[in-house]
């Protein structure tokens, strides 16, 4: 069975730019979570999507943003990059709302200049 | 206030000994466990989880955990570490009683000297 998949493995950006990140998760899974981990700030929750809906954002500016798919794939989306988005970005999924584990990709590795 | 508290940034073992990792956390209920594992440059492995029951959890890779309602703990423990067992540990927590929006630790890495 595939695990969750995540694009780009690394993206370098300029400040003020756009970066666009993607998941898709593991077959049969319809919830999808990000997470920032950046250095100094540790892995901090930044949205949940579950059957196409945003459930829950964790304290992030209204910059970072995303979608899910019809295919419950997602992209996460940060605007106006600002230096401290530098950070490892991780994708994970979890078959459905309700007590199951959450399953992470390998992240994607954005850096801003 | 909701946290997770992992008390050692840097732990080192040789190869062979017992390992136990700490992970405390404040909340006024029961919450849901986890201990994941990373290696560098990779995302995070589930090594075990706890919901509801046995307190003495059984996971991958030989690990097993215990909760301690009393203590709000949720320690990791290995019997007999491998040099493959090197790499950050996490201890993440739901507080939403969804399992949905995890709060992690600041980790702790483990280095095994041969």
């Known amino acids: 069975e595939a695990g969750v998949t995540q694009s780009p493995t690394h993206l370098i950006k300029t400040r003020g730019q756009q970066a666009t990140l993607r998941c898709s998760p593991i077959s049969g899974h319809t919830s999808v979570y990000w997470y920032q981990q950046a250095l100094g700030l540790g892995l901090q929750f930044l949205l949940w999507y579950d059957e196409g809906e945003e459930r829950n954002r964790g304290n992030f500016p209204p910059r970072f943003s995303g979608r899910q798919f019809p295919n419950y794939s997602s992209e996460l989306n940060v605007n106006a990059l600002e230096l401290e988005d530098s950070a490892l970005y991780l994708c994970?999924?979890?078959?459905?709302?309700?007590?199951?584990?959450?399953?992470f990709g390998p992240g994607t590795r954005l850096t801003v200049t | 206030a909701q946290s997770v508290t992992q008390p050692d940034i840097h732990i080192t073992v040789s190869e062979g000994a017992s390992l136990e990792l700490r992970c405390n956390y404040s909340y006024g209920a029961t919450p849901y466990l986890f201990w994941y594992v990373q290696s560098p440059g990779q995302g995070l492995q589930l090594l075990l989880k706890y919901f509801s029951g046995d307190t003495l959890v059984q996971g991958i890779k030989g690990f097993e955990a215990e909760f301690k309602r009393s203590q709000s703990s949720f320690n990791l423990r290995k019997p007999s570490v491998h040099w493959s067992d090197a790499a950050e540990y996490f201890c993440?927590?739901?507080?939403?009683?969804?399992?949905?929006?995890?709060?992690f630790g600041t980790g702790t890495r483990l280095q095994v000297t041969l």
């Open positions: 993440a927590v739901d507080f939403t009683g969804t399992a949905s929006k995890l709060t």
């Open positions: 994970a999924s979890s078959p459905r709302t309700g007590l199951y584990e959450q399953y």
